[in-house]
């Protein structure tokens, strides 16, 4: 009982700290020299679309069907997750499966995410240039689907054989079906 309270305390501080940031940190200057366009102004290797990230209600960017089919279990839940608006899904219930917090953000572009994240991997999710940071048991995910900011994704799970990256990509798959265009 211990082990599972235990685990599931830390899932919820994992969750509820945003799993340590993933871009918010700005990596130190080089004192003082400056390049030709901001790193949130840099041209975007996007193929796809621009989508747009104005969204009134959170949980539609991943429809409650979409998630269940996904493998959720729980009603999705509005929150704010480290300066992201959002949608919880859940599969079990705090440390028994997994949480996927989904934000389509103008907080923080793909790029600028990427340069923060000094272990950030590019990846592609559905045509559109992505970076992911993650490990067995959680993964963030920022997709560039906007100039104005991006598809962010924040994952946690528990002892269940999920592999948390493959997760936000399913979500952002989902997602990506559902925000408009630009």
Do not use: H
């Not at 999920?162 to 925000?179: H, T, Y």
């Amino acid at each position: 009982m211990r082990k599972g309270l235990a685990a599931g305390a830390v899932l919820v501080s994992l969750v509820l700290a945003g799993c340590g940031g993933g871009g918010a940190e700005t990596p130190p200057g080089d004192g003082g020299a400056t390049s030709a366009q901001p790193p949130s102004e840099t041209k975007s290797t996007r193929t796809a679309p621009q989508k747009s990230v104005s969204v009134a209600d959170r949980c539609s960017v991943v429809s409650a069907d979409q998630a269940r089919a996904i493998g959720a279990d729980q009603a999705p839940e509005e929150r704010e997750s480290t300066g992201f608006l959002g949608c919880d899904y859940q599969l079990g219930k705090t440390a028994e499966g997994w949480l996927v917090f989904v934000s389509a953000t103008d907080k923080e572009t793909m790029q600028d995410f990427a340069e923060g994240a000094s272990d950030g991997v590019p990846t592609n999710v559905g045509g559109y240039p992505a970076t992911q940071v993650g490990d067995e048991r959680r993964c963030l995910l920022s997709v560039d689907v906007s100039d104005k900011g991006s598809l962010y994704i924040n994952t946690v799970v528990s002892e269940a054989p999920v592999e948390p990256c493959g997760l936000s990509k399913q979500f952002a798959d989902a997602a990506l079906k559902n925000l408009p265009n630009a």
